[in-house]
């Protein structure tokens, strides 16, 4: 991983990444290495992979997911927006809550922002009843408060009512060209 990038406006973004269609692998390190092809965004830290029990809508093919925290020059709303197209360049289709998807990309945290919005809020509501989040979170970033609920990664981990199971099954392939 590189270092941090040496420009004054830099903020450190949050995302939890998913798939439960086609190649679920290569849906995640392609949308990672989308996101990290540009000069604006640089990888800091990512977790292992994790397949995961659906959430919300159970009759689906389970997921495999991540976490990753980067580096970004975009402002907050701009880079919610490069998720947005990622999600758009994978193919990602929005027709039914909680249902399968080639990629589903989730802004946890950017900095230390709270912001409440229709179609943006961060810290992302879900993270505290999420283990499919909370786990690979807690994996690379397990002290990192919750801006609203001012508790640790690992505390809101271990209060974590959701039933689902989540399974380590091993790392995201090399992302250090990017």
């Not at 995961?52 to 907050?76: I, R, S, Y």
Request: charged share 25%; with cysteine.
């Amino acid at each position: 991983m590189r270092s941090p990038l040496s420009l004054p406006h830099r903020h450190l973004a949050t995302v939890s990444i998913g798939s439960n269609q086609g190649n679920r692998l290569s849906y995640i390190v392609g949308s990672v290495q989308w996101l990290l092809s540009g000069n604006q965004t640089r990888l800091w830290k990512i977790s292992s992979v994790y397949e995961t029990e659906p959430f919300g809508f159970k009759d689906q093919e389970w997921f495999l997911n991540c976490v990753a925290q980067v580096e970004t020059l975009l402002g907050m709303k701009a880079f919610f927006r490069l998720l947005q197209d990622a999600e758009a360049f994978f193919d990602r289709e929005r027709t039914e809550r909680w249902g399968p998807r080639t990629l589903d990309i989730d802004l946890l945290f950017f900095d230390d922002v709270v912001h409440r919005e229709e179609k943006l809020s961060v810290p992302h509501p879900g993270i505290p009843n999420r283990r499919f989040v909370l786990e690979p979170l807690c994996e690379i970033l397990p002290d990192l408060v919750h801006p609203v609920l001012q508790l640790p990664v690992r505390a809101l981990l271990e209060r974590v009512e959701d039933p689902s199971r989540v399974l380590r099954v091993g790392n995201v392939p090399d992302l250090s060209n990017f």
